[in-house]
């Protein structure tokens, strides 16, 4: 029955927003080559480290997998030092 709740709702959620709302503008603000070299990326960083940083961060960690949780630090390292040269150097 939960399952059934459940696809019922991924189903009608959008329909129930976009009767309340319109659809939100996307817009694009880099070259179509940057994307496209960003999803690679992606995929190799997934591939090298077993796993998304959601696979990690929620489902590792809940397990107390070591790895999960020397992966998810260093997510979270990794975005803070970036986050914080891009300001400094902005």
Not at 33 to 52: A, E, H, N, Q
Not at 62 to 75: C, E, N, P, Y
């Amino acid at each position: 029955l939960e399952r059934t709740l459940f696809i019922i709702g991924l189903l009608t959620a959008p329909m129930a927003y976009f009767a309340v709302d319109s659809a939100p503008q996307i817009t694009v603000t880099t070259s179509l080559p940057l994307l496209i070299t960003g999803g690679i990326l992606v995929g190799i960083g997934s591939r090298m480290g077993s796993g998304c940083t959601s696979g990690h961060g929620v489902c590792g960690n809940a397990r107390l997998s070591k790895r999960s949780i020397v992966a998810t630090l260093t997510f979270l390292t990794t975005g803070v030092l970036t986050v914080a040269s891009l300001n400094f150097f902005a």
